[in-house]
């Protein structure tokens, strides 16, 4: 009796002992396949995730955890490259925008050098001063991009009404308007429109919103403040297009159509919004553009 009990004992330990090579072996097995599918990841740079054979719950957990680690490494890595790209194109931007002015002026002045004619004296003055004046803008809106890049700190936060503050920036734009002989239609509610942001930032946004209205408006513009807080700016604007305002909120794009354009006006909007958690967007049909606002509520900011 002895000796069978002992047989059966030898056999469930040779049992467990073959048991536990092949889970050794396929675990072995799946750390080979995550080790390979990580060097294929690097070396190659492809899309694909890690991938094993193994029904074991860890080393699954284990290659979902990976496969968690590459995607975010995929985002961060296309969020790197877009930079890059970002960074190019604004270089080449900021340069040709410096350097058209430049350019104006250099060949100017080299004409008002050899001139002798009084009135073509004062007409290259007056062109090298309008080049001057696009310089100093320039250089102006890159200094002030710079400023509001940075972020916005909630400490300076406080109740706004969105009211009183569009009925700030129509006066303070109420000479620019009546030049481009533009008479706003406003319609606000009766009640009080609160929302917690930074006064000085919203200024911003509305100014930089009213001075692309006055940039490409056919002379219209009806600014809309609706109960829910959302707002919107709308105008006819023949002589854009849909793809042209698709790019409206691209850092140094500028319409070919607008005079003394940096093209950093909406895209300080749109950063400023976005730092104090609102929403921007631009939209096209019938030849009207409109762009739209919205800010969180009094409740959401607290919670």
Same mark, same amino acid.
């Given at each position: ?6 047989? /059966? ?6 049992? +467990? &002992? !073959? ?6 072996? #396929?675990?072995?097995?799946? %750390? ?119 972020? /916005? ?6 109740? +706004? &009404? !969105? ?6 920036? #129509?006066?303070?734009?109420? %000479? ?128």
């Amino acid at each position: 009796m002895m000796e069978i009990w002992l047989w /059966i004992l030898v056999v469930i330990l040779i049992c +467990v &002992v !073959l048991l536990s090579g092949i889970k050794i072996f #396929l675990l072995k097995k799946a %750390a080979d396949e995550i080790r390979e599918g990580l060097a294929h990841k690097f070396i190659t740079q492809t899309n694909t995730l890690i991938d094993i054979s193994s029904r074991d719950r860890h080393m699954r957990r284990l290659a979902a955890d990976l496969n968690d680690q590459l995607r975010h490494l995929r985002s961060e890595r296309l969020r790197y490259q877009q930079g890059n790209l970002e960074i190019g194109e604004t270089i080449t931007n900021i340069s040709h925008d410096l350097r058209t002015p430049l350019t104006a002026i250099y060949g100017y002045l080299d004409l008002l050098k050899k001139s002798k004619s009084p009135e073509d004296t004062a007409r290259y003055l007056h062109i090298i001063e309008n080049r001057m004046d696009a310089l100093k803008m320039l250089t102006e809106e890159l200094f002030r991009y710079s400023a509001v890049s940075s972020s /916005i700190s909630e400490s300076s936060y406080e109740r +706004v &009404v !969105l009211n009183g503050a569009l009925e700030e920036i #129509l006066s303070a734009y109420y %000479a620019a308007l009546k030049k481009r002989r533009i008479e706003p239609k406003v319609a606000l509610p009766e009640s009080k429109i609160t929302r917690l942001l930074n006064k000085s930032a919203l200024s911003r946004i509305f100014a930089n919103i009213i001075s692309n209205a006055i940039k490409y408006s056919d002379g219209d513009l009806t600014i809309t403040l609706s109960e829910n807080g959302s707002l919107t700016f709308s105008n006819h604007a023949s002589k854009l297009n849909e793809l042209q305002v698709m790019r409206l909120f691209d850092r140094f794009y500028t319409v070919e159509t607008a005079s003394n354009s940096t093209g950093l006006g909406l895209s300080i909007a749109k950063d400023l919004t976005e730092q104090m958690g609102g929403t921007i967007r631009a939209d096209y049909k019938n030849q009207v553009l409109c762009i739209s606002l919205q800010f969180p509520r009094q409740d959401q900011e607290m919670q």
